[in-house]
């Protein structure tokens, strides 16, 4: 389970809004499975149907998560006009079987639908989120 405070949740849905209709993506940061904060990424594709992270963006993360004392708990993306399931780009692109792959759909722009997984190999695990 992974447990992600109302206001890191909303911030990540408004980015997905806010990007739209391009994929949005980005980092969870937190400890023992409690975020602490969301890191918004530059989706360098400007794509509806994929994303690649601005390398430069992710090492700036990676030292200010370092730094914070946290890691990095999972890997955000939106899905602009799909269910919020693992597309097989997104299954191939998971390098990091130990964190949360974590996907909103935008499909319906008044209901944002959020799902974790883990993904490792072929092998997808949904994981509970609690928004609290």
């Given amino acids: 389970m992974i447990q992600i405070p109302k206001a890191t949740h909303d911030e990540m849905v408004a980015h997905a809004k806010g990007v739209y209709p ?10 023992d499975g ?3 904060y ?3 990424i530059e989706n360098m594709d400007h794509s509806t149907v994929t994303y690649t992270m601005d390398p430069r963006q992710q090492l700036k993360a990676f ?7 946290l890691e990095l708990l999972g890997i955000f993306h939106s899905h602009v006009a799909s269910a919020a399931d693992p597309s097989q780009t997104d299954r191939q692109m998971a390098f990091y079987p130990e964190v949360s792959y974590l996907i909103v759909s935008l499909a319906d722009m008044n209901r944002p639908d959020l799902k974790s997984f883990r993904i490792a190999g072929d092998h997808v695990t949904a994981e509970e989120i609690r928004v609290i």
Wanted: hydrophobic share 40%; proline share 4%.
């Fill in 63 to 69: 030292k200010r998560i370092s730094g914070d004392g």
């Fill in 38 to 40: 969301f890191l918004p």
């Fill in 22 to 31: 391009q994929e949005a993506c980005g980092f969870l940061v937190g400890k």
């Fill in 34 to 36: 409690l975020a602490k």
